[in-house]
């Protein structure tokens, strides 16, 4: 545990029951503070001068209000104050111009009236009703003089007027001098727009760039649709074209040769004489050799025959290019084709010349699209020029029409003002307001009550005493192991009315009756059973019982921890190891030469401890002995050890007490030798620095928790509340000491 985790506090929020106990503590202070301030409230009302109020009432409203459309805006209104802005009407009003001009009016007839004291008097607020601002403003004065204070009213209102008829021409002027200048603004504008626009025609050879941008893509679709339908036919025809070619086997240029031949009657008479002649050869020849005659005679005809059909080829194709060889016997197989034939030739040559013409017609296509598209390229710069031109002179002519209209509208209303301030209710002679000798007096009580609350709760700020449990167990991060209620005494206040200022003469219960005192045992019981819940399977058989400070009740708690563990059958023992100012045996009435001291000095001696009878019941109590030059010397002895070890190896439990732990080593030394240490605390005595000081050194030993004594407002359903007025307990303390 470190020392920043000691002095940590968690601050709980007040609630009613610690801002009572505080006002309690403090009452002295809070009700003497409470006297002052209502006696100086008392003394100032008794002499206060009487005071007058006199006011008027003025009607605040925007002449231009509801004349415009929502929303719009136009260069006269952008020139006013906003309309609806009575916030700075009111400083407007209040301003030290009005001020200055109203005291130097009643200069003549009040010559010791200041601007300052007209300002400090005056007052000007907007009227309320049903929690809704109206167009009303209040103005008021208090003097000593109701005549004086009306007057001051008056010629604020005469004042007013007067500003407001000076400000309707001033501020409309000014309005019409800026619509003015705006609209000759916005003519230089249009003009210089339009002149660049129609420059811009005349260059481009353009009057609309879009028009003419949509006009070039619908014919430019056109003709890409007009390329996808060429095309398409194209191909349709190539493909009949190549069937027709496969059909007939031939090229085109054969096939129309073929076709040319086949329908010539010469060449197809000379063709069937040459094949007649063949004919007739072909059957000489079985019959005779090349040598004969007639063989001969038929060859020669043959040949004659073939010059003749080969002249009638060339007739026939004139300056046509063929791939027919005209010389040899070719030309008897050229020529004959039949009428299936023929008709698919005139198909095929058809399909030809419309292929030529489909191609063409693609070309010019293409070179159109290439034009327009050439043409659409220029459009976009043109179309954005024509864009920033036509807007801007559409733009221009809008302002100039709105601007004539507001100039019109301005001109109508130069009788009239942004703001008219009318006059509702004139001043009349001022009323007597004061002095409220009741008000001031309630002021003086409310003012006491805050200032007495504000001094008790400083002091408690600046008190660094612990009053109560819960700031016991907020000033230290130990476990609280019990509250015990404060003693009661032997004389009682025999008065059933107890007022808090008034003190009580007591002394203290002694110890030995306080210890049969029904809510001390109670409480002790309590302590020692959260003791032994501590460590339940490891019983704490040595306890150091110690305190910061003298006087905090360790001896009276730990008679109590005694009768307690001797009331649950333990062997107890009680060891007085204050060597400096023992008590103990005091306390019991015990003698004092023989004790603890008497046995660390000299080893020879063996003392008994004292058997001790209270309440019914017994235990063993050592006492201090005499007073010793050294206490730290024997405490801190291996005699020391040597006994604490046999005494809780003959007892149960063995209580130990000691000095208090500030300013000196005797009960860090005995701490040391035990098993554990609690650390008592007296409310209302011991103070947080000095707990936090004696818990950072007890916590770096054996610390288990701490006790708080002496709490005024401890109580429990089955024990009476602790009330010195009360008259429960008079009787009890009654019965203890008849007992």
Not at 572 to 587: F, G, K, S, T
Request: proline share 4%; charged share 20%; net charge negative.
């Amino acid at each position: 545990m470190t020392e920043k985790d000691l002095s940590t506090t968690t601050e709980a929020d007040l609630g009613y029951g610690q801002i009572l106990a505080i006002l309690l503590r403090r009452r002295f202070l809070f009700l003497g503070v409470l006297a002052s301030v209502v006696a100086a409230a008392a003394v100032s009302t008794l002499f206060k001068s009487p005071t007058y109020l006199s006011s008027m009432q003025l009607l605040v409203e925007p002449n231009y209000q509801g004349e415009q459309d929502a929303g719009e805006q136009s260069a006269f209104s952008a020139s006013e104050p906003s309309q609806t802005d009575y916030a700075t009407q009111i400083n407007l009003m209040r301003s030290y111009q009005f001020i200055k001009e109203a005291a130097e009016t009643l200069q003549p007839e009040y010559p010791e009236l200041t601007p300052r004291e007209i300002q400090s008097s005056f007052t000007l607020s907007q009227v309320v009703e049903d929690k809704v601002n109206t167009k009303i403003f209040e103005a008021t004065y208090i003097t000593d003089d109701p005549v004086k204070a009306q007057k001051v009213l008056s010629t604020l209102q005469d004042i007013y007027q007067a500003y407001n008829l000076e400000q309707q021409n001033l501020r409309l002027n000014k309005g019409v001098k800026l619509i003015n200048s705006q609209l000759q603004t916005a003519l230089e504008n249009v003009t210089k727009t339009q002149q660049q626009l129609e420059q811009f025609r005349k260059e481009r050879n353009l009057i609309d760039p879009n028009q003419q941008a949509t006009a070039l893509t619908n014919a430019l679709n056109q003709v890409e649709q007009e390329q996808r339908a060429t095309l398409t036919q194209y191909q349709d025809m190539q493909a009949r074209f190549n069937t027709l070619q496969q059909q007939l086997n031939l090229s085109p240029q054969s096939a129309l040769v073929a076709s040319r031949l086949s329908q010539s009657p010469r060449y197809q008479t000379l063709l069937n004489e040459l094949q007649k002649t063949d004919l007739d050869l072909g059957q000489q020849r079985v019959t005779f050799t090349d040598a004969d005659p007639r063989i001969e005679d038929l060859v020669d005809q043959r040949q004659s025959k073939l010059e003749l059909l080969r002249k009638e080829v060339a007739q026939i194709l004139g300056d046509m290019p063929v791939n027919i060889d005209t010389s040899g016997e070719n030309l008897l197989s050229e020529g004959q084709l039949s009428a299936v034939d023929l008709n698919l030739v005139g198909s095929m040559v058809e399909a030809q010349v419309n292929l030529a013409s489909l191609s063409a017609r693609e070309k010019s296509l293409i070179e159109s699209r290439q034009q327009l598209r050439n043409q659409l390229n220029q459009f976009p710069g043109l179309i954005a020029e024509y864009d920033r031109l036509q807007p801007e002179v559409e733009i221009g002519r809008s302002v100039v029409e709105k601007l004539l209209e507001q100039q019109q509208e301005t001109s109508a209303r130069l009788s009239r003002g942004g703001f008219n301030w009318q006059v509702v209710e004139a001043p009349l002679i001022g009323a007597q307001t004061g002095p409220n000798q009741k008000q001031d007096l309630l002021l003086g009580i409310v003012a006491g009550v805050f200032l007495g609350g504000v001094a008790a709760f400083a002091r408690e700020a600046i008190d660094g005493v612990v009053h109560t449990s819960d700031e016991l167990k907020q000033q230290v991060a130990m476990p609280l192991l019990g509250i015990v209620p404060e003693l009661p005494s032997l004389e009682l206040d025999k008065s059933f009315i107890s007022l808090p200022f008034r003190k009580v003469e007591a002394s203290i219960l002694p110890v030995a009756k306080s210890l049969n005192w029904l809510p001390f045992r109670d409480a002790v019981d309590l302590i020692y059973k959260n003791i032994q819940l501590l460590n339940p399977n490891t019983p704490l058989k040595s306890l150091t019982i110690t305190s910061a400070v003298a006087g905090e009740g360790k001896s009276t708690l730990i008679l109590g921890l005694a009768l307690s563990a001797a009331r649950a059958n333990q062997r107890v023992l009680v060891i007085d190891a204050d060597l400096r100012r023992p008590a103990l045996h005091e306390h019991l009435n015990l003698p004092n030469e023989q004790g603890l001291s008497r046995i660390l000095t000299d080893r020879s001696v063996s003392l008994k401890p004292n058997r001790v009878s209270l309440s019914g019941l017994r235990i063993d109590v050592l006492t201090a002995g005499s007073e010793s030059p050294d206490p730290v010397k024997l405490l801190s002895s291996k005699r020391m050890k040597d006994l604490i070890t046999m005494f809780t190896s003959r007892y149960d439990l063995v209580l130990i007490d000691t000095p208090p732990i500030l300013g000196m080593v005797d009960a860090v030394q005995v701490a040391s030798l035990c098993n554990g240490s609690i650390l008592v605390g007296r409310l209302d005595r011991v103070t947080q620095a000095d707990l936090t000081q004696a818990v950072e050194r007890l916590s770096k030993l054996n610390l288990i928790g701490i006790v708080a004594n002496g709490s005024r407002s401890h109580s429990t359903p089955y024990t009476p509340e602790i009330n010195r007025s009360g008259l429960l307990l008079a009787r009890e303390f009654e019965s203890i000491q008849n007992n």
